[in-house]
C-alpha cells in the first residue's frame, strides 16, 4: 500500500493543508477520494469511499444537528428536522464540496472524468461526507477534529444561508409534512427506470400520493424522488 501513497503524495499533502489537519493513516484519506470506477481501472487492489460516506454521512449529521440546536434554541423538533436535512442533501453538501474544491482531488475512472463525473452533486456530496467519515476513524471515533474542522469553514456561511434561506429546499419533507397534514398519508416513491451507461446513468422516480402522481428526472435515484416531490409539492400548493 505505501508505495500506492506513495503515487498520489502530493494530492494527499495538498487535500491535507486545506483541511487544516494531518492524517496519522494516510489510506483513509486517500480511500475518502477514491470513487469505484477509479477502484476498477487501477492497477492495484485499493479500496473506494463507500463505507467512509456511511459513516461521514452520520457524522455530519451530528454535528449540523448541534450547530442548530445552539444557533436556534427555540426552534421546534419538526423545523429542525427540515433544516438539517435540507442541509445535509446532495444540493447543499455538493456546494460545500466546491468551497473546498474537492473535485480537483476526487480519483474517478477516465471514462467518468470525461463525462465530468467530478461536477456531479452526488459524487462531490459523497466524497465530502466521506472525507468527514475518515477525518472522524482518523482522530480515534471523536466527534472534537471533524467538529472544528466543519465549523471553521461552513459555520458562518451555513448559518447565513439558514437566516437568508439560501439553501436548496428539501422537497421530500417539504411534501411529506404537506401530505400527512392533508391526506393523513406519506408519499411513495417508485422507480420507473434507470437509462443509460454507468457512468452517466438517468433515473425516473415516480411520486405517488392519493390521486396525484409526478414523475422526476435525475442522476441519482435521490436526485429524481427530489424532482418528483417537487412537482407533487407544487401541484398541491396550487390546488
Ligand atoms: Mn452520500
Known sequence: MNDVLDVFKDKIQSLEYKLGYTFKNKNL??????????????????????????????????IVSEILIKEFPRAREGELSQIRSAVISEAYLSKLAK????????????????????????????????????????????????????????????????????????FKSLLQIETQKIYGSVPQYRLISAEGPEHDKVFTVECKIDSIKTLGKGKSKKEAETQAAKEAYLKIKSE
Open 29 to 62: 484519506l486517500l480511500a475518502s477520494i477514491t470513487h469505484r470506477s477509479f477502484v476498477a481501472e487501477y492497477s492495484k487492489k485499493i479500496p473506494d469511499y463507500e463505507v467512509l460516506e456511511f459513516l461521514g454521512d452520520a457524522v455530519l449529521s451530528l
Open 99 to 170: 468551497d473546498l474544491n474537492l473535485h480537483d482531488y476526487i480519483l474517478i475512472s477516465k471514462g467518468e472524468r470525461i463525462q465530468k463525473g467530478t461536477e456531479r452533486e452526488s459524487l462531490l456530496c459523497d466524497v465530502f461526507e466521506a472525507v468527514f467519515g475518515a477525518i472522524y476513524i482518523d482522530s480515534d471515533f471523536s466527534i472534537e477534529k471533524p467538529r472544528e474542522i466543519f465549523l471553521k469553514y461552513f459555520k458562518d456561511r451555513l448559518i447565513n444561508d439558514i437566516k437568508t434561506e439560501s439553501i436548496p429546499k428539501d
